[in-house]
């Protein structure tokens, strides 16, 4: 019904900089919020940032001032500008939408495949 197809991941030095892009497309009536999460391996999946339709943001601690989520509810789109990359930013990263498929309808929950950061020198 609905797929999320990240983009933008690698290998980047301590300090560098990289996008991630998350494009949402199938049965879509309207997306209520966007959110990237983290899962390092050995550890717990952890919300990294989230952004509802009308731009209100969260951010974990660990990220605040280094990373911006935005998004485009026109072409159903967010994307993770990440700065100051640290090590401990080593990650899979994944896109996540609350999405309504028509008015009136529950959200269902969807997760995109994942993309790879590595952090390191």
């Known amino acids: 019904q609905v797929q999320l197809v990240e983009s933008g991941g690698g290998l980047v030095q301590p300090g560098g900089s990289l996008r991630l892009s998350c494009a949402a497309s199938?049965?879509?009536?309207?997306?209520?919020?966007m959110a990237w999460y983290r899962q390092a391996p050995g550890k717990q999946r952890e919300l990294v940032a989230l952004?509802?339709?009308?731009?209100?943001?969260n951010y974990a601690d660990s990220v605040k001032g280094r990373f911006t989520i935005s998004r485009d509810n026109a072409k159903n789109t967010v994307n993770l500008q990440m700065n100051s990359l640290k090590p401990e930013d080593t990650a899979v990263y994944y896109c996540?939408?609350?999405?309504?498929?028509?008015?009136?309808?529950?959200?269902?929950?969807?997760w995109g495949q994942g993309t790879q950061v590595t952090v390191s020198s």
């Open positions: 996540n939408a609350d999405i309504y498929h028509r008015l009136g309808a529950p959200r269902n929950d969807y």
């Open positions: 199938g049965s879509i009536f309207s997306i209520y919020a």
């Open positions: 952004i509802n339709r009308v731009g209100s943001t």
